[in-house]
């Protein structure tokens, strides 16, 4: 039976090998990279092979049909069980969409620390969605809202107190409950109560969901 102490599977795809060299030593211990892959074929058959818990996949890679890193999430959407946390030097808006768009669970920026990466794995394989700080913005116009939905949003809106609506915010954008307490001078527990009576008077799940609501309202 799994348990918490259990290692995350982790599979790593990035055509520099030097890059991945340093990603696997600066990442954490509850982390366990089971393979790597430099290429979209590779990339495909090492996920099916090894049906990893979550890939950091970079965006741009050789091979295939020339999809980069959304061609392997496309190829691979069928495995059970796999989520995938784009890893990419790219910040461009067209980037972050496409693998969204694609399937991927996040999106961070090489700028990430070991710590941060593992953080982000750790909630990607909880059912989070994982931003770089304000790169969730980018996926805006993929989600366009019409008037219809935007008057939903104030409706839903209106349940939350502002201190509801900013603590919402921060955590779609991917911010760490720490980062949140600390930004808005906030103790954690009183954060993660907030983030409790968000999600359940939105009547969403996790903070996955909550990220796909704001998004498609355009509220970040």
Known sequence: METQDQAIRVVIVDDHQIFRTGLRAELGPELEVIGEAADVDAAVEIIERERPEVVLLDVHLPGGAGGGGAEVLRRTAGVPGVRCLALSVSDAADDVVSVIRAGARGYLTKTASGAEVTAAVVRVRGGDAVFSPRLAGFVLDAFGAGTGETAQADDELDRLSAR???????????????????????????VETHVSNVLRKLQLSNRHELTAWALSRRLL
């Open 164 to 190: 509801e609506q900013e603590v919402m915010r921060m955590i779609a954008r991917g911010y760490a409950y720490k980062e949140v307490a600390a930004e808005l001078f906030l103790s954690v527990k009183t």
